[in-house]
C-alpha cells in the first residue's frame, strides 16, 4: 500500500511538471497550430538559469519568473526566425532548439549542476515550519498542484481576452487576422512567447524538484508535450464541460502513469525515452484510427 | 475614391514562364461608386482585388485610397479603411471560435487587442440585433462554433464581420460564387443593403452577369488584365445582359474557347 501510494505521487508529481509545459505546447500546437520544436530548448533553459540563479542566491520564488521570461524571450526569437526571416515553423524551431543546447550549456557552465544543498520552491526553511511532519511526503504535489492551477487559470483568462481571441483567431484563419487590420505575424510571436515562457516555467520547477540540472533533461520534450495534448483533447472531448486546458494536464498525468506502468512491468529506466517515443505512436495511431472510425459513420 | 496609376504586374518574373498580366493599367473608384467586375478567368479581376488590398505585390506603379499612397503599406494596415469578403466562406470567420466570438473580433477592428475582456458584454444586445437582421436565426445560436454553421451561413456572417466598424471601401472577390442560388441571392440583397445604408465604396468581382447587371452604379468587363467595357450611371441602368453576355462571348471567341 505504501509502495503503491508512492508511485501515485510519483505520477502526480511528473505529470504535474510536465502538465505546465503541456500548455504550452497546447498553446502552440492546438491553438497556434505551430508544431514548436523549441521546446526541447526551452525546458532545459529553465532548468538551467533556475540552478544559476539558485546557487547565486537568488530567491527560488523569483527564479521561477525569472525563467518565465526568458522562456518567453526564446519563444520570440523562433517567432522572428518564422516571420520575420520566412523560415519554416518547423524548422525555426529546430534552429532554436539546436542554438539552445550550446546556450544552455554556457549558462550552467557544465552539463550537470546540482543543487540538493540549496534551497528551492519544494525544500526551505519555510515549508519546514509550517508543513506538519506526517505531511511531508505530500508538500511537492500540493505546492505543485497550486501553481498548475493558478497557470492554468492565467491561461484561460488570458484567451477571454482581446489579445487571447485574436491568438486564436490567428491559428484559425490568419487570414481574418490581416482583415481586422492586425499584423499576424506580431500575433503568432506572442504566442510563441507564452507557449515557451510556459515550458520554460515548467523547467524551472523540474529542476528545483529534482535538485539538479541536466542538459540532457529536455531531449523529447516536444513529445511529452504532444502526447499530453493529443491525449487529453482526445479522451475529453465528449465532455464539454471540461475546458481543453484541465484536459491537457490530465493527459499529461495520464501520460505519466503510461511511462511509470512501463517501467513497473520491467522496462529500464534508460528505456524512458524509447518508451515515450512508442508511448506516442500508440496514441497517434489511436487517434487516427477513431477519426476514421468517425468518418466512417458519416 | 481608389486609383490605380499604371500599374505593372507580371508573374513569375524572368522565367520562360514569364506573364505580363497588367501593363500600366489605370482605373478609378470613385467614392459611392459600386462597381460590378466580370471578365473571363485569367482576365486579372481577383489579381485586381489583390493589388489593392495588398495581398500582392506589384512590379510598377502607384496605388491611391482617398490622397494617400498606399503602395508601399502593408497589407493589414489597409485592411483598418477596407473590409474584404472571400469566395470562400471561411476566409471570414473563426470556425472554432463561437458566433459570438466572432462577432467581438469583429467590432474590434481598428482598435487595441489588450488584455481587457474579449467580448463586452453590453455589445451582445447589438449583436443579436445584427444576427437576427439577415434572419437566419443565428442570434439563437450564440455560443455555436461558426465552424459548425452552414456556407451560406457563414458568408452571411463574415459579411456582417467585414462592415461592422466603420470601414470606407468593400471589397467583394466572387462573394457568392459558392453558395446555392437561393442563399447567393439573399447575400446578394444583404450586401446591396449594407453598401446602401453605410455608403461604402464597393468593388465586386462576380461570375454572375445578372448580378453584375442589376446590382451597382458601374460595371467594368476586364479581358487580358485590360478594362474592356466600363459604363456607369445612366450608361450602365440601361445595360442588358445580352449586350454584356456578347462581348462576354465574343472575347471567349477570340481565345478560343
Given at each position: 500500500m505504501e509502495y503503491l501510494l508512492s508511485i501515485i505521487i510519483g505520477i502526480l508529481e511528473e505529470g504535474l511538471v510536465y502538465a505546465i509545459m503541456a500548455l504550452g505546447v497546447y498553446i502552440t500546437y492546438k491553438i497556434l497550430d505551430f508544431p514548436d520544436l523549441s521546446v526541447d530548448g526551452t525546458f532545459p533553459l529553465g532548468g538551467a538559469i533556475t540552478a544559476v540563479l539558485i546557487i547565486a542566491g537568488v530567491p527560488p520564488m523569483v527564479t521561477l519568473f525569472l525563467a518565465f521570461l526568458l522562456g518567453a524571450l526564446a519563444g520570440v526569437l523562433t517567432g522572428l526566425?518564422?516571420?520575420?526571416?520566412?523560415?519554416?515553423?518547423?524548422?525555426?524551431?529546430?534552429?532554436?532548439?539546436?542554438?539552445?543546447y550550446s546556450l544552455n550549456l554556457r549558462i550552467a557552465g557544465k552539463a550537470n549542476v546540482a543543487i540538493f544543498t540549496k534551497e528551492t520552491i519544494f525544500d526551505n526553511a519555510f515549508l519546514d515550519r509550517i508543513a506538519p511532519e506526517r505531511m511531508k511526503d505530500y508538500v511537492t504535489v500540493v505546492i505543485l498542484l497550486v501553481i498548475v492551477v493558478i497557470m492554468k487559470l492565467l491561461l484561460d483568462i488570458y484567451l477571454k481576452t482581446k489579445s487571447g481571441y485574436l491568438l486564436r483567431a490567428v491559428g484559425d484563419n490568419d487570414t481574418l487576422v490581416t482583415s481586422l487590420a492586425k499584423d499576424k505575424g506580431v500575433v503568432k510571436i506572442i504566442g510563441l512567447a507564452i507557449a515557451n515562457a510556459f515550458v520554460a516555467l515548467a523547467g524551472s520547477i523540474y529542476t528545483q524538484k529534482s535538485g539538479f540540472f541536466e542538459i540532457s533533461s529536455g531531449t523529447g520534450t516536444i513529445v511529452i508535450g504532444l502526447a499530453s495534448v493529443i491525449i487529453g483533447t482526445n479522451m475529453f472531448k465528449q465532455f464539454t464541460l471540461i475546458k481543453a486546458t484541465t484536459a491537457v494536464i490530465f493527459g499529461s498525468i495520464i501520460y505519466k502513469a503510461c511511462v511509470a506502468l512501463a517501467i513497473a512491468l520491467g522496462m529500464a529506466a534508460s528505456d524512458l525515452k524509447l518508451i515515450t517515443a512508442v508511448l506516442f505512436l500508440v496514441i497517434l495511431v489511436i487517434s487516427n484510427e477513431r477519426k476514421r472510425r468517425v468518418k466512417a459513420n458519416d | 475614391?481608389?486609383?490605380?496609376?499604371?500599374?505593372?504586374?507580371?508573374?513569375?518574373?524572368?522565367?520562360?514562364?514569364?506573364?505580363?498580366?497588367?501593363?500600366?493599367?489605370?482605373?478609378?473608384?470613385?467614392?459611392?461608386?459600386?462597381?460590378?467586375?466580370?471578365?473571363?478567368?485569367?482576365?486579372?479581376?481577383?489579381?485586381?482585388?489583390?493589388?489593392?488590398?495588398?495581398?500582392?505585390?506589384?512590379?510598377?506603379?502607384?496605388?491611391?485610397?482617398?490622397?494617400?499612397?498606399?503602395?508601399?503599406?502593408?497589407?493589414?494596415?489597409?485592411?483598418?479603411?477596407?473590409?474584404?469578403?472571400?469566395?470562400?466562406?471561411?476566409?471570414?470567420?473563426?470556425?472554432?471560435?463561437?458566433?459570438?466570438?466572432?462577432?467581438?473580433?469583429?467590432?474590434?477592428?481598428?482598435?487595441?487587442?489588450?488584455?481587457?475582456?474579449?467580448?463586452?458584454?453590453?455589445?451582445?444586445?447589438?449583436?443579436?440585433?445584427?444576427?437576427?437582421?439577415?434572419?437566419?436565426?443565428?442570434?439563437?445560436?450564440?455560443?455555436?462554433?461558426?465552424?459548425?454553421?452552414?456556407?451560406?451561413?457563414?458568408?452571411?456572417?463574415?459579411?456582417?464581420?467585414a462592415t461592422?466598424?466603420?470601414?470606407?471601401?468593400?471589397?467583394?472577390?466572387?462573394?457568392?460564387?459558392?453558395?446555392?442560388?437561393?442563399?447567393?441571392?439573399?447575400?446578394?440583397?444583404?450586401?446591396?443593403?449594407?453598401?446602401?445604408?453605410?455608403?461604402?465604396?464597393?468593388?465586386?468581382?462576380?461570375?454572375?452577369?445578372?448580378?453584375a447587371v442589376e446590382y451597382g452604379n458601374r460595371l467594368i468587363m476586364m479581358h487580358q488584365g485590360e478594362v474592356v467595357i466600363d459604363k456607369a450611371g445612366d450608361e450602365k441602368k440601361v445595360t442588358e445582359i445580352d449586350s454584356i453576355l456578347e462581348k462576354f462571348n465574343e472575347i471567349s471567341i477570340e481565345c478560343g474557347n
Open positions: 526566425i518564422h516571420v520575420k526571416l520566412k523560415v519554416r515553423d518547423l524548422l525555426s524551431g529546430i534552429i532554436m532548439m539546436t542554438a539552445l | 475614391m481608389i486609383e490605380l496609376v499604371n500599374i505593372n504586374k507580371y508573374y513569375n518574373p524572368g522565367t520562360v514562364n514569364e506573364m505580363c498580366l497588367f501593363k500600366d493599367f489605370n482605373l478609378n473608384v470613385l467614392d459611392g461608386e459600386f462597381v460590378s467586375v466580370v471578365g473571363s478567368n485569367g482576365s486579372g479581376k481577383t489579381s485586381m482585388l489583390n493589388i489593392i488590398c495588398g495581398s500582392i505585390p506589384i512590379d510598377r506603379g502607384t496605388i491611391r485610397i482617398g490622397s494617400e499612397d498606399i503602395t508601399m503599406m502593408p497589407e493589414y494596415q489597409r485592411q483598418r479603411r477596407i473590409g474584404r469578403v472571400y469566395q470562400n466562406p471561411s476566409m471570414g470567420t473563426c470556425p472554432t471560435m463561437t458566433i459570438l466570438e466572432n462577432m467581438s473580433l469583429a467590432d474590434n477592428k481598428g482598435m487595441s487587442f489588450n488584455l481587457t475582456r474579449g467580448t463586452n458584454r453590453k455589445r451582445i444586445d447589438s449583436y443579436r440585433e445584427s444576427l437576427h437582421s439577415l434572419n437566419l436565426g443565428l442570434e439563437d445560436k450564440l455560443h455555436v462554433p461558426v465552424g459548425s454553421l452552414s456556407g451560406g451561413q457563414r458568408q452571411a456572417m463574415a459579411l456582417l464581420m461592422m466598424t466603420p470601414i470606407e471601401f468593400l471589397i467583394l472577390d466572387e462573394h457568392t460564387a459558392a453558395l446555392d442560388p437561393k442563399t447567393a441571392e439573399l447575400i446578394m440583397q444583404l450586401t446591396d443593403q449594407v453598401v446602401k445604408e453605410k455608403k461604402l465604396t464597393t468593388i465586386m468581382v462576380t461570375h454572375n452577369l445578372r448580378y
